[in-house]
């Protein structure tokens, strides 16, 4: 195979130059620390203990006994309609038969294995949005992030919405393709990526949506940048819309339990007695990094910048979405908005740096005898 030939393989490795050895070494050292507080998840008893675990694994032994999803919940006494979208207990319950491995262990592999996952796509959507360094900065906060750390043990249908997202995203960053709007590979993917996130989690489903739509109407005026948005926005809307039907008989959410009774939990930008602040939960260093990406992207004029800055506005509204009288679910959002973050707090590092590099390389050449 061509990417095994040793004499490609040794030029790659001795081009490199000192930076990019640099990135590479310090990649490895953030995944060794971050797939290390990660494997605590198999120490449990019950594996793994934190989260709703137990109430998606009832639903997983059922479809893997019986050999078919059911439609009727087992939680809070059952007997009424599946409300839970079925991609996240799928994919425990079919790489539970493919194993042979209780759906319980395979929870927790399961939860390593798409924690690695997000982990390379904050990597990749970084690195297509800016640069390599930059996205190394953004696994740096991610890291760091107590929100992230939280969100990416915890075997929910949350955590694979967290990688299907920025998936879906860095489809539409991939489609270069310029002139009229084109049904090409990329578009293919983000239609698949936009469907299986329907079917992964509602408040994923909401926020790549409305990411979707905001991003599509920074672009009314560029049609194949518009129609790259909005065909996996359509896709993503109806693969739900379809589901919902199925289920509940019904594409109205507004007799929901969730919707009529305001679950979730608000979320304060400073601690309280009863709550955590936003800066606890998504670390201190965390906003200021990012408004200082924000702002350097912003210099770059590039296109691209509204993907993210879609990103950002889109879950800050779902986040405070009790400000505008709708109260669901705002202590989950908050973990998108939080990822977004993360994204362009890698950007605000490498921007710093990147200013502390050109004024050190001007002293040292205006120094006398430099």
Known sequence: ??????????????????????RYGVIIVLFIIFFSYHLNILR???????GNTLY?????????ESGYYPTQELSYNGGFPNFYVPAYRLL???????????????????????????????????KQLMHASAAVCALFFLVLSPEMTIFTIRALPELLGLFMLPLTLVFILANRVEGPFKLNAYVALSVVSAAVTALTH??????????????????VKNKNEFLKAFV?????????????????????ILGLSQVKYHEGTPVDFLASEVSVGFFERAGVLLLPFAAIGLAWLERTRTNKRFLLYAWVIASLLLTKNDLLGIGIFMDRFLTFFVESLVVAAGIGAFAVLHFLDARLLGSIKTTPGA
């Open 232 to 252: 996996p926005l359509i896709a993503v809307l109806a693969v739900y819309a379809l589901w919902q039907v199925y289920t509940l008989h019904t594409v109205s």
């Open 56 to 64: 998606h694994v009832g639903i997983e032994r059922l479809t893997i």
């Open 1 to 22: 195979m061509k990417w095994l030939d040793k004499a490609k393989i040794h030029d790659r490795l001795t081009s490199l130059d000192d930076i990019a050895v640099l």
């Open 92 to 126: 425990i319950a079919s790489q539970s038969l493919l194993s042979g491995i209780d759906p319980m262990v395979v929870s927790g592999l399961v939860t390593i294995t798409l924690s690695v996952a997000v982990f390379c796509i904050i990597y990749t959507f970084t």
């Open 202 to 219: 509602q408040m994923t489903l909401l926020t790549l949506a409305l990411v979707l739509a905001a991003y599509a109407l920074t672009q």
């Open 44 to 50: 449990g008893y019950i594996i793994p203990t934190y």
